[in-house]
């Protein structure tokens, strides 16, 4: 199993494996994270819920929670659940549970967005 550190962040998250730093874009609703030959896709299906993809392919959903959106909640994928394929490895549930909880599972839109901007900024 590789070692992971995470830096959680729904906007400007980072996750590095075994010291090495994982280049992470984001386009849209999907977080993209690329290591070595594989690329993993976070892609957002609803508010709370998420695919997780290697090379295309479905290899994870997740499903956040309310409280990920909570005023104040620092970690987005903290209460998220994760149900993996078969067909999976420890690297994918090292990058794939590190992508969850960095960025969260789901995407909570512009309404949402914005008044927790505002919440957390006022106060």
Known sequence: MPTVTVVPDRDHGAINV???NVPTTRKSRTRTAVLGDRTYELRATSL???ELRRNGAV???AQGSFRSYAPGSSIPGLHAEVTWSQAIDPTDV????AMVLAFGAGAPGIVLRTVFF???NLT
Do not use: C, M, S
């Open 94 to 97: 090292a990058v794939g549970q």
């Open 118 to 120: 505002w919440t957390d």
């Open 48 to 50: 709370r819920k998420a």
């Open 18 to 20: 075994n010291g090495h």
């Open 59 to 61: 290899i994870a959903h």
